[in-house]
């Protein structure tokens, strides 16, 4: 709804032009997961394990898991434990850092496509040189996880994870 | 449920969001001189289509009945006829009115198009579909519909 | 000439206030699916895919298309979203019929759904106004048709009551009882209705319709497909639509042109000249109760002004000689992006012999109506038992 007055162009014009009204939508949802995407991000929560689906059709493993099979169309109706490693299949580095960006610049995003699985999830790992395609890599679960894709902080690289285990 | 190794026992039913987006709306020059002159001189303009006659609003380059282009800016009264209302009692999110109140469409003198505007000092039980109405300016205006108030009864009215 | 087009299959899910045991692509999916089994078919049997949607705002999913389409069978196939307001749902079910009568497609599944319990549906029409003009007093769907209302009214008096309102929509809440899918399923009195809250004068509570979530498909196919898919196609034989201004009072809100024109163009095509002798049954778009009414006006089921007295008469009662929403209507259920087509899957299945036990006797010809936008969008569409 308009919540302020117009803006002035700079001219000065008589009487000065009405150039911009400014507004804003503010909406709230609350998205149904449905069975299959709840179970998924109850299993993130509680247990830090990810799941993947089945598909009945032609046997592809989808992580996030799905009710049915975005390929072929059938049902989904096998569900499984996969990874947590996974193979970098590609990267881009965030240089600048952009309005509600889920990390601080820079970082990378990658797809990891986790063992187990055939398609490649979407996620983010830290702007190390190691981070590129063929690389594995590992998830690091936040300790407080509130049932969302974020419960899994980042993929960072293996030997990084094995690293900080020694530390430990 | 889903039953599967590794499983929650409580799947997350609903995930929550919110779509906040601001923007920055055109004026364009059809409102940009309807709303200065409502601004600065308490004037309701509308455009005349260069076919039918017809005196339209919101302005716009383009007559709504007939496709032809308009022509010139007639200037309306600020009196006129409520063609239909309804006194709104039903609360919503981001309503830009508290209800109650009443919305009508009023059909300003020498208007062919109704104008969209709430009406005051009036009983809703003694609103009228024919009923004459004027609208009471805004002091602080800034070149909205806002700019006039409300639309009020004229004399021996409401 | 277009070829002979009909609807093979229908699904729907039942209507809710909100389903949370389902996403809103798997939903749409359930409709999908129900419409495929009805006519034996899978997914790799559709030549194309059409998606009808609301404003994405309802949902806060933008291209909802991208989620919805690969849940229906869309990967790998042609697939178009159509929007057209509240007819969207009709608008995706027009459109493939374009696409399976232009002979390019056999083989069509139009989807529409909606799912409001995710978001705001009050909130999200405000902003279907113009930013510059009336969003300024955007007040929601009942105050809108309230203005609508008060007009047919007024431009009528005293032919037309409050209570007439309220007579549809006893009417159309009983006929719930017997849709297993219907939302509001009511035995109610012309006095509950009068007696119910106010919303925006003269609308009460029960004069306006539920948000809903829910779904609807159609299998659309070519003369020759539809001969092997279903025993009784209910054959497309009449398509209208029409788009007036934006601007609300440019309408003529108490006959809206729209739907005029639009009939005319149906009954045409359809060579449909008396609807109320010629029709057997018909869904009508009434989100509120006075707009079946008026549409029974513009749709030519009886001169301007007369709404009132047709209704009081008892022939739009199931048990009439013109059964007008025997599904018990948008009254009964409103996700809206799917409630035109909803119009259309009933009063095909009405042509098919398959609506259950709102069936009415003897269905040769059915119509379906729809409106949308600022009361500026209309469709017709006319099924008959024969091409």
Known sequence: MKTSDATHDRRPLEPPELVYLKGETRCHYTWSTGEVVGSFLGALRDHARILGAVCSGCGRVAVPPLSYCEECCSAMEDYREVGPRGVVMSWTRVAAGFPDAPLPAPFRYVLVKLAGADTSLLHLAPDDERVVVGATLHPEFRKVRRGAITDIKWFVPDESAEERTREQ | MLEVAGGSEEPVEVVEGDLDIEYRYAYGEYYDRFYREMRDNRRIMGVACARCRCVLLPPRPYCGFCYEPVDRWVELADEGTVQTFTNVQLPFPGQPTEPPYIYAFIMLDGAAVQFPHLLGEVDPARARVGMRVKAVWAENRKGTLHDIKYFRPVENEG | ?387
């Open chain 3, 1 to 387: 000439m277009a070829r002979s087009v009909a609807v093979v299959g229908t699904g729907q899910t039942r209507h809710v206030s909100r389903r949370d045991d389902v996403n809103m692509a798997e939903m749409v999916r359930e409709a999908a699916l129900l419409a495929l089994q009805d006519t034996g078919l899978g997914p790799g049997d559709v030549d194309a895919v059409v998606v009808g949607s609301a404003p994405e705002i309802f949902e806060g999913v933008n291209s909802p298309e991208n989620w919805v389409g690969p849940a229906v069978g869309a990967a790998g196939k042609p697939m178009l979203r159509i929007h057209t307001g509240g007819t969207a749902g009709a608008s995706a079910a027009i459109a493939a019929y374009y696409h399976v009568a232009s002979g390019l497609f056999d083989t069509v599944l139009a989807v529409a759904y909606e799912k409001l319990s995710d978001g705001s549906a009050q909130y999200g029409l405000s902003t279907c106004c113009d930013p510059l003009w009336d969003r300024d007093f955007a007040c929601g769907a009942p105050a809108l048709v309230a203005l609508q209302a008060r007009e047919y009214m007024a431009r009528y008096h005293p032919e037309i009551t409050e209570e007439h309102g309220a007579m549809v929509a006893v009417k159309n809440r009983k006929n719930a009882l017997l849709n297993p899918c219907a939302q509001l399923r009511m035995e109610l009195t012309v006095q509950d209705v009068m007696d119910s809250a106010p919303v925006a004068s003269p609308l009460k509570v029960l004069d306006c319709c539920p948000t809903s979530d829910g779904a609807a498909a159609l299998v659309i196919a070519s003369g020759s497909r539809a001969r092997k898919l279903a025993a009784r196609p209910a054959w497309i034989t009449g398509v209208g639509t029409c788009t007036e201004s934006p601007y609300v009072p440019d309408v003529d809100l108490a006959y809206p042109e729209s739907c005029v024109r639009a009939a005319q163009h149906a009954y045409q095509m359809a060579w449909v000249y008396e609807p109320l002798k010629e029709l057997d049954v018909a869904e009508v778009y009434e989100a509120f109760s006075f707009q079946e009414l008026i549409w029974y006006e513009t749709l030519g089921f009886c001169k301007p002004g007369q709404g009132g007295r047709l209704v009081e008469s008892g022939i739009t009662k199931l048990d009439g000689e013109f059964p007008v929403n025997p599904s018990g209507g948008v009254l009964s259920s409103n996700p809206i992006g799917a409630s035109a087509m909803i119009r259309q899957l009933e009063a095909a299945r009405q042509v098919m012999g398959k609506a259950g036990d709102h069936q009415v006797g003897g269905v040769r010809r059915a119509l379906a109506h729809s409106w949308g936008g600022a009361i500026q969008f209309s469709t017709v569409t006319i099924f008959s038992n024969e091409p």
